[in-house]
């Protein structure tokens, strides 16, 4: 015996199909979302099983009379639904974010100095950490030209053409 008519009691039928529909949900949720935590997952299967059981009832064997309506039985798979999500997000975000470095402990074991260590060169045109980086004009390996309003800067010879031996 089918129940659902929706030209005859059609707040009946809408209840059966939304009350199906969020098992469905939360079924595919629990058995399928892989970012959940295991009681979570375990609840989520639980109460789908009761909404889809308890649709079932009342589309296939329920036979009439009285029957209660519990609005605040959609609160829960709402807030399951939701709740899945989130925390699907929030582990896809954490897998996705680099690992969080230690914070800078001076007690911790340091690795001692070594005078004999080899050292690179000092570059004074390299640039230093922690340094405002200024862009260029010059492309690089060409030295610094000097800056026509400082005093002290000495222009460069212009080049002189080769004399003609003669």
């Known amino acids: 015996m089918n129940n659902l008519d929706f030209s005859a009691e059609p707040l009946f039928s809408w209840y059966v ?15 399928f979302a892989g970012g959940l935590k295991v009681g979570l997952r375990i609840l989520n299967v639980v109460v789908a099983l009761g909404f889809l059981g308890y649709a079932y009832y009342l589309a296939f064997v329920f036979e009439g009379g009285t029957y209660y309506i519990f609005f605040k039985v959609f609160i829960l798979p709402v807030a ?12 896809s975000n954490a897998k996705n974010q680099p690992a969080p470095q230690a914070p800078y402990n001076p007690n911790a074991p ?3 100095f070594n005078p004999n260590a080899p050292q690179a060169p000092f570059n004074p045109n390299a640039p230093q950490p922690g340094a405002p980086q200024a862009a260029t004009p010059y492309p690089p390996g060409v030295p610094p030209q000097p800056v026509a309003d400082n005093p002290y800067a000495q222009p460069a010879p212009p080049a002189q053409p080769p004399h003609p031996a003669g």
């Open 17 to 31: 199909v939304l009350l199906a529909l969020s098992g469905v949900l939360m079924l595919l949720l629990g058995a």
């Open 110 to 112: 340091q690795a001692p």
């Open 80 to 91: 399951l639904i939701a709740g899945s999500v989130k925390a699907i997000v929030e582990r």
